[in-house]
T-cell receptor
Framework: QQQVKQSPQSLIVQKGGISIINCAYE??????FPWYQQFPGKGPALLIA?????SEKKEGRFTISFNKSAKQFSLHIMDSQPGDSATYFC??????????????FGAGTRLAVHP | DVKVTQSSRYLVKRTGEKVFLECVQD?????MFWYRQDPGLGLRLIYF???????EKGDIPEGYSVSREKKERFSLILESASTNQTSMYLC????????????FGEGSWLTVV
C-alpha cells in the first residue's frame, strides 16, 4: 500500500527526443509527488513536484503529468540533452498524525541521452 | 543553499569492523535521515531523527544504529559490518516533519570485504 512502482529501470533516448518515466501508487492518501534527479557521484536533488489537485506541472523542459483516477504520474523530459543523463526517482509523500510527512521513493530510472 | 556534508565519501572496511558514517547539515534543520541506495531498490530509509537525541527506525534498521547528540550532526553506526552492507549511504535533512523537500548529501560509498 505504501509502495511506489517506477518504470522503466533504464532508458536510452537520443538527443532531442522525449524521455518518459512512469510511476504508479496504490495509497490514495499520498498528497505530494516529487521527482528527484541524481547525477553520478552526487546525492539526489529535488527536480519538480506536483500535488494531486492539478493534472500537469511544467518547469522548462520538465513536465509532470498526474492521473489521479489511474493513480499514476509521469515525468516527461522534452528535447532531452546529454546533460539530462542521470538517475531519476519518483516519490510520494504520506502525511501522518502530528504533521509528520513520510517520503516513499520509487526504485529509480537510469536515463542515458545519447548525442 | 542547504548543505549536507558526508565527510567520508569512500570507505573499505573488513567484516566485523565497527563503522561510523558522519553527516553534518548547516541549515538548522530539525529532521535528519539516513538512506541506503542499491541498484533496483531505490532509496530505502534506515533511520531518521526528529530532533536532537530523538530517533526512529525506518524501513531497514537491522544491523544499524544512529546517534544525534547535536542538531547539525547525525551519525550512522554499523556495529559489526557485514558484506551485505556494502552499499551507498545517503544522509539527508529536512526543515521539519511537516516539510516535503529533503536535501541529500553526496553519499558515502561503503565496501565491506
Amino acid at each position: 500500500q505504501q509502495q511506489v512502482k517506477q518504470s522503466p529501470q533504464s532508458l536510452i533516448v537520443q538527443k532531442g527526443g522525449i524521455s518518459i518515466i512512469n510511476c504508479a501508487y496504490e495509497n490514495t492518501a499520498f498528497d505530494y509527488f516529487p521527482w528527484y534527479q541524481q547525477f553520478p557521484g552526487k546525492g539526489p536533488a529535488l527536480l519538480i513536484a506536483i500535488r494531486p489537485d492539478v493534472s500537469e506541472k511544467k518547469e522548462g523542459r520538465f513536465t509532470i503529468s498526474f492521473n489521479k483516477s489511474a493513480k499514476q504520474f509521469s515525468l516527461h523530459i522534452m528535447d532531452s540533452q546529454p546533460g539530462d543523463s542521470a538517475t531519476y526517482f519518483c516519490a510520494a509523500s504520506l502525511g501522518f498524525s502530528g504533521g509528520y510527512n513520510k517520503l516513499i521513493f520509487g526504485a529509480g530510472t537510469r536515463l542515458a541521452v545519447h548525442p | 543553499d542547504v548543505k549536507v556534508t558526508q565527510s567520508s565519501r569512500y570507505l573499505v572496511k573488513r567484516t566485523g569492523e565497527k563503522v561510523f558514517l558522519e553527516c553534518v547539515q548547516d541549515m538548522d534543520h530539525e529532521n535528519m535521515f539516513w538512506y541506503r541506495q542499491d541498484p533496483g531498490l531505490g532509496l530505502r530509509l534506515i533511520y531518521f531523527s526528529y530532533d536532537v537525541k530523538m530517533k526512529e527506525k525506518g524501513d531497514i534498521p537491522e544491523g544499524y544504529s544512529v546517534s544525534r547528540e547535536k542538531k547539525e550532526r547525525f551519525s550512522l553506526i554499523l556495529e559489526s559490518a557485514s558484506t551485505n552492507q556494502t552499499s551507498m549511504y545517503l544522509c539527508a535533512s529536512r526543515v521539519d516533519s511537516s516539510g516535503n523537500t529533503i536535501y541529500f548529501g553526496e553519499g558515502s560509498w561503503l565496501t565491506v570485504v
